[in-house]
């Protein structure tokens, strides 16, 4: 435990480096990830031809193995193989394979009756999706969500591997030096940063879907 605490206290402004990279990493694809899945996901549901598509092409992409991707992707996109713009386009394209379905099913799990009952009240499509639709969706949505950010936190410290990746760097930096404070630090703070994220994507849920609770009080 001392050569661990006498790590941090030698290190700690690279180990907040790394933490704040690893979170701009994670996040950044996050929300690429979920606006780009939100307009795929309802042309699965608008388009019911579609739906099947999508999620058998939704399936492979997630399939590809994460290294394999980000090697790729700077001969696709002409970045350079250290640049971060990598690992954000990779996991942007995770998060959307992994959330178009997601969007797609909760879209699909509202009642019928009340998307009827919102036309009948004069919803135009656009307003009933917006008001009516995403907020009752919004349970599955934000369930894939979760999944979608600690897949992204795990992600990212693969990226260490061609020399960019947050609290990843801790662990390669600790093998070469058979040194195992920095793989003990990286491991914690990826941990610690999964439940805060999820944490706060439960207290998000709790704060837009009040009815849940009240449902659930009832029963």
């Known amino acids: 435990m001392n050569e661990i ?8 402004d690279a180990v907040l480096d790394a933490l704040g990279q690893h ?25 019911g031809w579609l739906y099947h598509p999508i ?3 939704s399936g492979v992409i997630y399939a590809i193995p994460s ?13 350079q193989i250290l640049s971060p713009v990598n690992i954000v386009v990779a996991l942007a394209i995770y998060t959307l394979a992994l959330m178009a379905r997601t969007v797609a099913d909760g879209l699909r799990s509202v009642d019928p009756a009340l998307t009827e009952a919102a036309t009948a009240m004069g919803y135009q499509r656009t307003r009933r999706l917006l008001e009516v639709e995403l907020p009752l969706a919004a349970p ?9 950010a600690v897949s992204n936190i795990s992600l990212v410290s693969v990226g260490a591997l061609l020399g960019v990746g947050g609290l990843g760097a801790l662990f390669t930096r600790g093998f070469q030096l058979f040194y195992t404070a920095p793989i003990v630090v990286g491991i914690v703070l990826s941990v610690l940063l999964a439940a805060i994220a999820d944490l706060l994507i439960v207290l998000f849920q709790r ?6 609770r009240v449902a659930a009080g009832r029963n």
């Not at 605490?5 to 700690?12: A, E, M, S």
């Not at 704060?207 to 849940?212: D, I, R």
């Open 5 to 12: 605490w006498n790590y941090l206290q030698q290190n700690r």
């Open 23 to 47: 979170v701009v990493l994670a996040v950044l694809p996050l929300l690429i990830g979920v606006l780009l899945a939100l307009p795929v996901g309802y042309l699965g549901v608008r388009f």
């Open 55 to 57: 999620l058998n092409v």
């Open 67 to 79: 290294l394999a991707v980000f090697v790729a992707l700077p001969y696709v996109l002409g970045t």
């Open 140 to 148: 599955v949505i934000l369930a894939g969500v979760r999944v979608a």
């Open 207 to 212: 704060a837009v879907t009040p009815w849940t």
